[in-house]
């Protein structure tokens, strides 16, 4: 099992940027797939971006495509969330979590990840 803690969600208006962290315990981080998901207040939990194992190749839903980027440093046990240009629909709690997937295309799918972290919230003011 691997622990995950996410760090770097806060307030920022309409337009402006947040950077979200998550890192990891164990020695087994690179090898998993890495998933952000979110869930806004209300809602189910929803997909926004997937990382390799490698960090070549990435995943991202259709709603943040264009501002957000995925990343990963395997040195550092951490994947990253760079989102530019956020909206107010972007407000929500967001989770990263881990995949042992492998041989399949990354995957937007809730079930497809095993362990989560708590999740850090994310506002956007209009």
């Known amino acids: 099992q691997v622990q995950l803690v996410e760090s770097g969600g806060g307030l920022v208006q309409a337009g402006g940027s947040l950077r979200l962290s998550c890192a990891a315990s164990?020695?087994?981080?690179?090898?998993?797939?890495l998933g952000w998901f979110r869930q806004p207040s209300g809602n189910e939990r929803e997909f926004v971006a997937a990382i390799s194992r490698g960090g070549g190749n990435t995943y991202y839903a259709d709603s943040v495509k264009g501002r957000f980027t995925i990343s990963r440093d395997n040195t550092k046990n951490t994947v990253f969330l760079q989102m530019n240009s956020l909206k107010p629909e972007d407000t929500a709690v967001y989770y990263c979590?881990?995949?042992?997937?492998?041989?399949?295309?990354?995957?937007?799918?809730?079930?497809?990840?095993?362990?989560w972290g708590q999740g850090t919230q994310v506002t956007v003011s209009s």
């Open positions: 164990g020695r087994t981080f690179y090898s998993l797939r």
């Open positions: 979590a881990t995949s042992s997937q492998s041989g399949v295309p990354l995957s937007p799918e809730v079930i497809a990840y095993d362990d």
